[in-house]
């Protein structure tokens, strides 16, 4: 298995431009992620998908932030206008979702892409 | 209640020491508890994880300790290496009516010295 596939590995743009960071799952799982690392703050979850559908988005930081996930195999975060505060390192994870011994929908192992280092000028 | 803390921030051990990381939670509804392993340049990857029903998981030269009344675990790594040297992360996991999200700890930078 290739494992989480993101890409482009790094990014340089000048503030104001639109950034796409694409991601590719491990096939056959159904829950992505995407994360921030900063020296500062550490790894941050932007938002997370199950089955395509976004389910929790509340560390998206703004309205700069869309993400999207059209099918089972590829989501896009997309960044526009980037600032140079949004210089980081985007992580994609995923996971297979299960249902727990309640019902309710669990994920253990998430499996992390190499990430994408985005440095906005 | 949502935070994960780490300690310490950093840890410089010799050849053969067993470094230890300590975290701690406050939210009782977490109910797996990862610790990730990242290299420079590399994504998190999965090192070891317990649940709260026993207190010591081991794998290898990585053990977890967890302790559910004081709600901290800790990794310990036996015969630590110079290959050890990374970011170790925990993190912890939310019960059955709060969701896949992960909540990590800071991270703790090991350096093995040879």
């Known amino acids: 298995d290739a494992g989480v596939i993101q890409s482009p590995r790094h990014e340089v743009t000048e503030m104001g431009q639109e950034v796409t960071l694409r991601c590719k799952p491990i096939s056959g799982h159904n829950s992505l992620f995407w994360y921030r690392q900063t020296m500062m703050r550490g790894l941050e979850l932007l938002i997370y998908?199950?089955?395509?559908?976004?389910?929790?988005d509340s560390g998206m930081p703004e309205d700069r932030f869309s993400a999207k996930m059209p099918n089972a195999s590829f989501s896009t975060l997309k960044i526009q206008p980037s600032e140079p505060r949004d210089s980081a390192v985007y992580f994609c994870a995923s996971s297979t979702r299960f249902l727990g011994l309640a019902g309710g929908d669990r994920t253990d192992t998430q499996y992390f892409g190499p990430g994408t280092r985005l440095t906005v000028l | 209640q949502q935070q994960v803390k780490q300690s310490p921030q950093s840890l410089i051990v010799q050849k053969g020491g067993i470094p230890i990381i300590n975290c701690a939670y406050e939210?009782?509804?977490?109910?797996?508890f990862p610790w990730y392993q990242q290299f420079p340049g590399k994504g998190p990857a999965l090192l070891i994880a317990?649940?709260?029903?026993?207190s010591e998981k081991k794998e290898g030269r990585f053990t977890i300790s967890f302790n559910k009344s004081a709600k901290q675990f800790s990794l310990h790594i036996m015969d630590s290496q110079p290959g050890d040297s990374a970011t170790y992360f925990c993190?912890?996991?939310?019960?059955?009516?709060?969701?896949?999200?992960?909540?990590f700890g800071e991270g703790t930078q090991l350096t093995v010295n040879p």
């Open positions: 998908f199950n089955n395509n559908v976004p389910i929790d």
């Open positions: 317990i649940r709260p029903d026993v």
């Open positions: 939210n009782t509804a977490f109910d797996y």
């Open positions: 993190a912890a996991l939310g019960g059955e009516t709060s969701g896949s999200r992960l909540t």
